[in-house]
């Protein structure tokens, strides 16, 4: 992980493990949400509500656990798993090889954990293994544990339903622009919990967007302008842009940052994060693309409202030669409003 999602993501390390009784005085969000996963057989990108969370590219036995409380709104929320079966084979082509097979495994399960208590509430949601003889995911009564599934708990809970459909060809794309097809697992929990603030992006009015060489042109020219604000050490500005997201992060995962500013500030640099030299040597680099803007992997999200380019192209490094390898990146999400502008929804480091 890159030095930038190392100091944005600092915070919520911490409160994973050291939330204590100070934040019932404290107005930010006092409990968390978690998703666990184990799967065999499958590389997978987690989505809540079409937002992607994190991803998992080993197709062994996995698992996997990690907060989802920044993709969450108050009510009915869509959990989804698009994931590819991968054989470990690829096609002369180079297109990797899945298929469907006996022995394939998804078990998620949901958690609430209250951060002054440490009380933990946890539903199961799905538990599913793959057939052959009945060439389809059979859902089992028992977690992957070999515990009873619980489906309803206070203030959370899943109906048991869920639906698995195909993926077009190379639709899941992974932080490394590879990209594959495969399936999608969707279900449902509800949240009563009216304390999760709403996504921003969607108050101001973000439009749907489509993969056109017009939209990849105008994305492309998002990411130079805020590459540009590094590089001129504009700070102030990306301090304003970036505003709505860590005012947001530090709502729901902090117990001491009440606004953007305390945020950013209570990370090792700060905003000087954003200078074009890092105290490692590391330095602002060109926007670097495995390949051009025409056929870079884009990342679409919220039905098409958000979009990225991955792998993210915002990168500090460290000159040729040296003997340490250290990269950074910095993890943006646009949005383009109905007036035009491209903004930031996300800065989404894919915990």
């Given at each position: 992980m890159?030095?930038?999602?190392?100091l944005?993501?600092?915070?919520?390390?911490?409160?994973?493990?050291?939330?204590g009784?100070?934040?019932?005085?404290?107005?930010?969000?006092?409990?968390?949400?978690?998703a666990?996963?184990?799967?065999?057989?499958?590389?997978?990108?987690?989505?809540?509500?079409?937002?992607?969370?994190?991803?998992?590219?080993?197709?062994?036995?996995?698992?996997?656990?990690?907060?989802?409380g920044?993709?969450?709104?108050?009510?009915?929320?869509?959990?989804?798993?698009?994931?590819?079966?991968?054989?470990?084979e690829?096609?002369?082509?180079?297109?990797?090889?899945?298929?469907?097979?006996?022995?394939?495994?998804?078990?998620?399960?949901?958690?609430?954990?209250?951060?002054?208590?440490?009380?933990s509430?946890?539903?199961?949601?799905?538990?599913?293994?793959?057939?052959?003889?009945?060439?389809?995911?059979v859902?089992?009564?028992?977690?992957?544990a070999?515990?009873d599934?619980?489906?309803?708990?206070?203030s959370?809970?899943?109906?048991?339903?869920f639906?698995?459909?195909?993926?077009?060809?190379?639709?899941?794309?992974?932080?490394?622009?590879?990209?594959?097809?495969?399936?999608?697992?969707?279900?449902?929990?509800?949240v009563?919990d009216?304390?999760?603030?709403?996504?921003?992006?969607?108050?101001?009015?973000a439009?749907?967007?489509?993969?056109?060489?017009?939209?990849?042109?105008?994305?492309?020219?998002?990411?130079?302008?805020?590459?540009?604000?590094?590089?001129?050490?504009?700070?102030?500005?990306?301090?304003?842009?970036?505003?709505?997201?860590?005012?947001?992060?530090a709502?729901?995962?902090?117990?001491?940052?009440?606004?953007?500013?305390?945020?950013?500030?209570n990370?090792?640099?700060?905003?000087?994060?954003?200078?074009?030299?890092?105290?490692?040597?590391?330095?602002?680099?060109?926007?670097r693309?495995?390949?051009?803007?025409?056929?870079?992997?884009?990342?679409?999200?919220?039905?098409?409202r958000?979009?990225?380019?991955r792998?993210?192209?915002?990168?500090?490094?460290?000159?040729?030669?040296?003997?340490?390898?250290?990269?950074?990146?910095?993890?943006?999400?646009?949005?383009k409003?109905?007036?035009?502008?491209?903004?930031?929804?996300?800065?989404?480091?894919?915990?």
């Amino acid at each position: 992980m890159g030095k930038i999602l190392r100091l944005l993501t600092a915070l919520f390390i911490a409160i994973c493990f050291l939330k204590g009784p100070s934040m019932a005085q404290n107005q930010n969000l006092d409990h968390g949400y978690y998703a666990k996963i184990q799967t065999d057989g499958l590389a997978w990108s987690l989505r809540v509500n079409d937002l992607y969370v994190r991803e998992n590219g080993n197709f062994g036995y996995e698992t996997s656990d990690g907060n989802i409380g920044m993709q969450l709104q108050p009510g009915r929320n869509t959990v989804s798993l698009l994931f590819s079966p991968l054989t470990g084979e690829t096609a002369e082509n180079g297109d990797f090889i899945f298929e469907l097979r006996d022995g394939l495994l998804i078990d998620i399960s949901i958690q609430r954990i209250d951060y002054a208590t440490r009380e933990s509430r946890e539903i199961n949601c799905v538990t599913l293994r793959y057939d052959m003889t009945r060439n389809d995911f059979v859902a089992e009564d028992k977690t992957a544990a070999g515990m009873d599934r619980v489906m309803v708990q206070p203030s959370l809970r899943t109906d048991g339903k869920f639906t698995i459909s195909d993926l077009p060809p190379r639709s899941i794309v992974f932080k490394t622009g590879e990209t594959i097809g495969g399936y999608r697992l969707d279900f449902m929990i509800e949240v009563d919990d009216e304390e999760l603030p709403p996504f921003h992006w969607r108050e101001e009015d973000a439009v749907q967007l489509e993969d056109s060489p017009a939209t990849r042109k105008e994305l492309m020219q998002a990411y130079q302008r805020l590459h540009d604000l590094i590089a001129r050490g504009d700070k102030a500005t990306i301090l304003r842009e970036a505003r709505p997201v860590w005012e947001r992060t530090a709502f729901i995962l902090t117990s001491d940052a009440s606004s953007a500013e305390e945020f950013v500030g209570n990370t090792e640099l700060g905003l000087d994060m954003f200078n074009q030299r890092h105290p490692d040597g590391s330095e602002l680099q060109d926007l670097r693309m495995k390949t051009g803007i025409e056929s870079a992997a884009l990342q679409f999200m919220d039905g098409g409202r958000l979009v990225r380019i991955r792998p993210d192209p915002i990168i500090w490094a460290l000159p040729p030669g040296s003997s340490k390898d250290i990269t950074s990146v910095f993890p943006v999400v646009f949005y383009k409003s109905e007036s035009g502008e491209w903004r930031i929804a996300e800065i989404n480091v894919g915990l």
